[in-house]
């Protein structure tokens, strides 16, 4: 499923969706999936950060207009020195915690 062009209230259920799936699995498998991320996120970087300075843009707009808060542009922002890194080394960093003991949220 593609979300570029979903609303963030579709992106929100996929999202919601994704995370009862990825609490079933194991530990390995976990892992696995986070490490697929880090390396999807660095391989289409450039394409990511494209998307995100339409989002940026069109959430600029918003902000000028009252209808979104600057904090809340301020974390959209990929592009700002450093972010797009520590997003990368935070997909690792959560990848690299021990199992919090096995815990497995039920599925819906």
Same mark, same amino acid.
Not at 54 to 81: C, F, I, Y
């Given at each position: 499923m593609s979300l570029t062009e979903s609303s963030a209230v579709e992106v929100a259920r996929a999202a919601s969706l994704a995370s009862r799936r990825l609490a079933t699995l194991s530990n390995t498998a976990r892992n696995e999936a986070?490490?697929? =991320?880090h390396a999807a996120l660095l391989k289409n970087r450039d394409i990511i950060l494209q998307a995100n300075a339409k989002d940026v843009e069109a959430a600029t707009h918003a902000a000028a /207009?009252?209808?979104? /808060?600057? /904090? #809340? =542009? @301020?974390? =959209? &922002?990929l592009s700002r020195p450093g972010k797009y890194e520590d997003?990368?080394? %935070?997909?690792? /960093? #959560?990848? &690299?915690? &021990? &199992? *919090? %003991? %096995?815990? @497995?949220? *039920? *599925?819906?």
């Amino acid at each position: 499923m593609s979300l570029t062009e979903s609303s963030a209230v579709e992106v929100a259920r996929a999202a919601s969706l994704a995370s009862r799936r990825l609490a079933t699995l194991s530990n390995t498998a976990r892992n696995e999936a986070l490490t697929a =991320l880090h390396a999807a996120l660095l391989k289409n970087r450039d394409i990511i950060l494209q998307a995100n300075a339409k989002d940026v843009e069109a959430a600029t707009h918003a902000a000028a /207009s009252g209808g979104l /808060s600057q /904090s #809340v =542009l @301020k974390r =959209l &922002d990929l592009s700002r020195p450093g972010k797009y890194e520590d997003m990368l080394k %935070g997909v690792l /960093s #959560v990848r &690299d915690l &021990d &199992d *919090p %003991g %096995g815990y @497995k949220i *039920p *599925p819906p």
